[in-house]
């Protein structure tokens, strides 16, 4: 479903501007050393984040960018609560990550920070390639389409007691470990040390390679998903970064609560068969519901997401963390 924005250079500009701006502020204000974020503080960053991707979408992005109307907001909140919620399943993943290097909660927030700053590029890279594809190749989208049936499928059909990834065996781990010096102990926050007469690596930068292949493998799902919503690159990318970027506080809320959010697989499982089918027949919706289609599908996207997380909440079993989440 294509958008017609008239999106410049400056707006492009602008809003990396911002976004390194943001990244700035934080690293040199707010965490200029590292600590612990507690949930309270994770509970504030995540509402700023959410209120920054509102305000965008419903003022700021209207005002600056031509063409950009109600219909245009709708798809990118539909979007940014797409990637957000595919998001989740990451956080889980990264707190496995973090148990099973052993890494201390107050460095964390630095893995998270430069992990993502390496996830904007990667995934912008995806985002332009894929515009580029489905510009040219038409039929990609009915590609894209199956891709996320089939992903969706395979989602409710993984059994939830399954046990987490086996990072011993995991190929980026075992081809860092052979091919580069990696010192057996954390060096405080940093990504190198020195022992002796040579640089090494410390464990730590081992695990920002791995939560940054880990957002590789889950953008190949969301970027997919979000070119079901819109194929307008510059939505794309505006939904997909603001969604990134509160995933760093999102993760210290969410780490030992998953819970919680027990049926959120199912439901993001639901989406992305929704997205997937609304990709192949894309045409027929278009003229069956013409404009109506952005918030159809918004409307559709909240509710299976609504359902979900309420059924999580209203079955998940009472204690701290109800035994589910992770060590991290």
Known sequence: ?????????????????????????????????????????????????????????????????PGWDASTS????????????LSMDNVLVIAVIFSYFGVPRP????VLFWGILGALVLRGTMIWLGAELLERV?????????????????????RED???????????????RHCLPISDAFDRERFTTRSGNRWMLTPLAVVLVVVETTDVVFAVDSIPAIFGITREPFLVFTSNIFAILGLRSLYFVLASAMGYFQHLKTGLACV???????????????????????????????????????ASVLTAPAGPGNGKGPAA
């Open 162 to 176: 399954e046990p987490p990834p086996d990072l011993s065996r995991n190929p980026v781990v075992r081809l860092l």
């Open 1 to 65: 479903m294509a958008s017609h924005l008239n999106v410049s250079v400056g707006h492009w500009v602008g809003f990396s501007a911002f976004v390194l701006g943001a990244l700035a502020l934080d690293l040199g204000l707010f965490h200029r050393k590292s600590q612990e974020v507690r949930v309270r503080e994770a509970l504030f960053w995540t509402s700023v984040w959410v209120v920054c991707t509102l305000l965008f979408g419903l003022a700021v992005a209207p005002r600056m960018v």
């Open 74 to 85: 709708a798809l990118f909140l539909t979007g940014y609560l797409v990637e957000l919620c």
């Open 272 to 310: 992305l068969v929704f997205i997937g089918a609304k990709m192949l027949a894309e045409e027929a919706l278009l003229r069956l519901l013409g404009d109506r289609l952005k918030y159809v599908s918004l409307a559709v996207v909240m509710g299976l997401l609504g359902v979900s997380i309420l």
């Open 107 to 110: 460095w964390q927030h630095r």
């Open 138 to 158: 038409h039929w990609a989208l009915h590609v894209f389409g199956v891709f996320l049936i089939v992903t969706g499928v395979k989602m409710l059909l993984v």
